[in-house]
């Protein structure tokens, strides 16, 4: 679980990135999900876009793609979604410790 001050740097971290993933209106799928996880264990962090075609909201689709791929959801903010998970051999980013 991340502190308020680790999701901070992660949204700071994050601002710049483009989001390299779409949802559509098919929704959070397996196959969405394999490549969501193929990706952040590169990345550590990534920015999924949904697009205004997606039936479902925008909060359960958030939620979806955090659990499917095992991650933080850091932050929704319009229609992008901040995933991160630190990587087990990739690891680039260095959290803030908590007190």
Known sequence: ???GKQKR???AEAHHLNPIFQVGKGGV???LIKHIKEA???R???KIRILDNCEEDKHEVAEA???GARAELVQLIG???VLYKESRDNKRIELPKSK
């Open 1 to 3: 679980m991340l502190t």
């Open 9 to 11: 740097f992660l949204r």
């Open 29 to 31: 799928n397996d196959a």
């Open 40 to 42: 952040i264990e590169v």
């Open 44 to 46: 550590e962090l990534m």
């Open 65 to 67: 793609l955090a659990k």
């Open 79 to 81: 229609l992008t979604v």
